[in-house]
Every structure is written in C-alpha cells, then in structure tokens.
C-alpha cells in the first residue's frame, strides 16, 4: 500500500442481505468486510450465498491499484450492481471470487 492508503479485510458474522426490487440477491454470516482509505466499507459475500443465477455477466472491467481488476454483473434494472475481483492483489487476496454490491442491508449494524 502507499503511504497513507491502508486496507484491512475481516471476517464479519453479521447478517449481510442484499434486496433489489423485493428480491433477495445474496444473504451470508460470512461476509468479508473491506475498509479502505478515503471509500465506504464494503461487504465482499462469498459466491455460494449469492443467487448468482441472477446475475447477468457485464462487459464492464475497472482497475485499482489497491486490488486489482475487478469484473461486473448486472440484474434487471442495475447495470453493474456487483462485482468481483478474480485474481486480486495479495494484499487483498482473501476476497478473492467475492461478490460485492453497491446496496447491502446489515443486521446488528
């Protein structure tokens, strides 16, 4: 990492859900939460709790420096809701094929 940009992964045993449009997507106690410098917290869900046969696969790819590139999933109505980095960084490899959405609901939160 560079100087002044930290990030740190930690195993998080609340209940992450992810609802769009009255649908659950993904609902896991064993989501992975990232914090980094200067972003929100985001919760990383591994892929056996996420509905993935919901997803759409997206063209869209986007690189961070911190973790790496990162690939994209659509579901009706959100271009690009989830995302996942595939082969990230080391420091950040724990998150690896995790799914992470823009909108997360957290219970104990």
Same mark, same amino acid.
């Given at each position: 990492?560079? #100087?002044?940009?930290?990030?740190?992964?930690? #195993?998080?045993? +609340?209940?992450?859900?992810?609802?769009?449009?009255?649908?659950?997507?993904?609902?896991?106690?064993?989501?992975?939460?990232?914090?980094? *410098?200067? !972003?929100?917290? +985001?919760?990383?869900?591994? $892929?056996?709790?996420?509905?993935?046969? &919901?997803?759409? $696969?997206?063209?869209?790819? *986007?690189? !961070? $420096? @911190?973790?790496?590139?990162?690939?994209?999933?659509?579901?009706?109505?959100? #271009?690009? &809701?989830?995302?996942?980095? +595939?082969?990230?960084?080391? =420091?950040?490899?724990?998150?690896? =094929?995790?799914? !992470? @959405?823009?909108? *997360?609901?957290?219970?104990?939160?």
């Amino acid at each position: 990492m560079t #100087q002044g940009h930290t990030i740190t992964i930690e #195993q998080d045993a +609340r209940r992450v859900r992810v609802v769009r449009d009255g649908e659950v997507l993904a609902e896991s106690t064993r989501a992975l939460l990232l914090k980094e *410098t200067g !972003c929100p917290a +985001r919760y990383y869900i591994p $892929p056996e709790d996420v509905r993935t046969e &919901l997803l759409t $696969p997206s063209d869209t790819t *986007t690189y !961070c $420096p @911190f973790k790496g590139h990162a690939s994209y999933w659509s579901v009706p109505g959100a #271009q690009d &809701l989830v995302w996942a980095y +595939r082969e990230p960084k080391a =420091d950040v490899a724990a998150v690896k =094929d995790h799914l !992470c @959405f823009y909108e *997360t609901e957290v219970d104990g939160a």
